[in-house]
């Protein structure tokens, strides 16, 4: 059965940084594309960012570019997002997702295996 946990979120701060993690487990992803999303409040699940199977090739959203970046290490079949300079509406539940194929997308309708979420608040 796979699995994606993630882990890493709380409340923080704007202006403060932040490391999730997502682990998976049941078969690996090193050859998969994976991707991070987010729901906050009242509001549609957004895409925030991809990676490739190999880490080389990567997709922000405009929101956050330059401040989250995403890594992979494949040895230990996770995916991170750093997130620095955190501002009062990056507050959401983060997600992490897989896709079956080694292609990355920003389409929330492309990945076929999702994690159930870990709470990023951050204060004024």
């Known amino acids: 059965q796979v699995q994606l946990v993630e882990s890493g979120g709380g409340l923080v701060q704007a202006g403060d940084s932040l490391k999730l993690s997502c682990a998976a487990s049941g078969r690996t992803f090193s050859k998969n594309a994976m991707g991070w999303f987010r729901q906050a409040p009242g509001k549609e699940r957004e895409f925030v960012a991809v990676?490739?199977?190999?880490?080389?090739?990567?997709y922000y959203a405009d929101s956050v570019k330059g401040r989250f970046t995403i890594s992979r290490d494949n040895a230990k079949n996770t995916v991170y997002l750093q997130m620095n300079t955190l501002k009062t509406e990056d507050t959401a539940v983060y997600y992490c997702?897989?896709?079956?194929?080694?292609?990355?997308?920003?389409?929330?309708?492309?990945?076929?295996?999702w994690g159930q979420g870990t709470q990023v608040t951050v204060s004024a």
């Open positions: 997702a897989a896709r079956k194929n080694t292609l990355i997308s920003d389409l929330r309708a492309a990945f076929d295996y």
């Open positions: 990676t490739d199977w190999s880490g080389g090739a990567t």
